[in-house]
Nanobody, 116 residues
Framework: QVQLVESGGGLVQPGGSLRLSCAAS????????LRWFRQAPGKQRELVAS???????YYQNSVNGRFTISRDNAKNTVYLQMNSLKPEDTAAYYC??????????WGQGTQVTVSS
């Protein structure tokens, strides 16, 4: 029903920056929540950042101050700006869209690798 397509991942050196994009096939204005998750090899998927309908944002402590979640409603796209990247940030990143509290949609993921 709803397709989410992530892009912007790649290989970057420690201290570098990347901006991930998640383009939705439907309007995201008024969404209950938009979130970014990540999953590193051998690890559980974890919440990285969240943006709610009321305008509140949440960041995992390890990325707080370095990552920023934002959106462009006209483009139906949510972004994750990642600065001061560390090797520990290496993971597959997934966007998650909740139009309401009872529905959830996922993208296929985009790989971020932080290495020299």
């Amino acid at each position: 029903q709803v397709q989410l397509v992530e892009s912007g991942g790649g290989l970057v050196q420690p201290g570098g920056s990347l901006r991930l994009s998640c383009a939705a096939s439907t309007r995201i204005f008024g969404a209950y929540a938009l979130r970014w998750f990540r999953q590193a090899p051998g690890k559980q998927r974890e919440l990285v950042a969240s943006s709610t309908r009321g305008g509140s944002t949440y960041y995992q402590n390890s990325v707080n101050g370095r990552f920023t979640i934002s959106r462009d409603n006209a483009k139906n796209t949510v972004y994750l700006q990642m600065n001061s990247l560390k090797p520990e940030d290496t993971a597959a990143y997934y966007c998650n869209y909740l139009p309401n509290a009872g529905n959830s949609y996922w993208g296929q993921g985009t790989q971020v690798t932080v290495s020299s």
